[in-house]
């Protein structure tokens, strides 16, 4: 009997635990971070992950829960050829989501369809303001990015694949 209760109070702990760890994902769900400061919370959240693994791994012998440890560890620990790719430096091929836009100019362009940098700066300021949503204010802020970057709307594609070429990282 007391090793059933000690088995229901380690559930209950482990169950806490990976509440806490879900809540503090959740919350930072859509949160724009530096690239070091979002490194930083994955980091944490899998050391806290491999914590839980490590001391309830044998508390939660022979429960539902012990899978669930363990998915959850997986989650955390991909190997690495679950990790994805890291993104090419070029800037033509950074993935737009990845872009720290304000909210608006995000949502305009995945409504836009419009998954890369190259294929942002080859749009036109009259096709992306046809768009669905997509006003002046998301116009100039997208174009003054793009200017930091070196690129403008409305490349043609001899413009990219020079700026491509000389591009040095």
């Known amino acids: 009997m007391a090793s059933d209760y000690g088995k229901l109070q380690a559930i209950g702990e482990f169950l806490s635990a990976v509440n806490g760890i879900r809540s503090l994902e959740h919350a930072m769900h859509g949160v724009k971070l530096e690239e070091e400061t979002r490194q930083l919370h994955d980091s944490l959240l899998r050391d806290r992950v ?58 305009s362009l995945q409504l836009g369809n419009i998954r890369t940098i190259g294929e942002l700066a080859r749009k036109t300021e009259q096709e992306l303001l046809k768009s669905k949503n997509f006003g002046r204010k998301t116009l100039n802020e997208i174009k003054e990015i793009l200017k930091d970057m070196g690129l403008h709307l409305g490349m043609s594609q001899d413009e990219l694949e020079r700026y491509r070429r000389e591009y040095r990282g």
């Open 50 to 107: 491999n914590q839980l693994y490590e001391n309830y791994s044998k508390r939660l012998e022979g429960t539902p829960e012990l899978g669930y440890l363990k998915l959850l560890r997986k989650e955390y620990n991909p190997t690495k050829a679950e990790v994805p790719k890291p993104q090419t430096q070029n800037p033509l091929d950074y993935i737009v989501e990845k872009k720290d836009w304000s909210l608006r100019a995000e949502n």
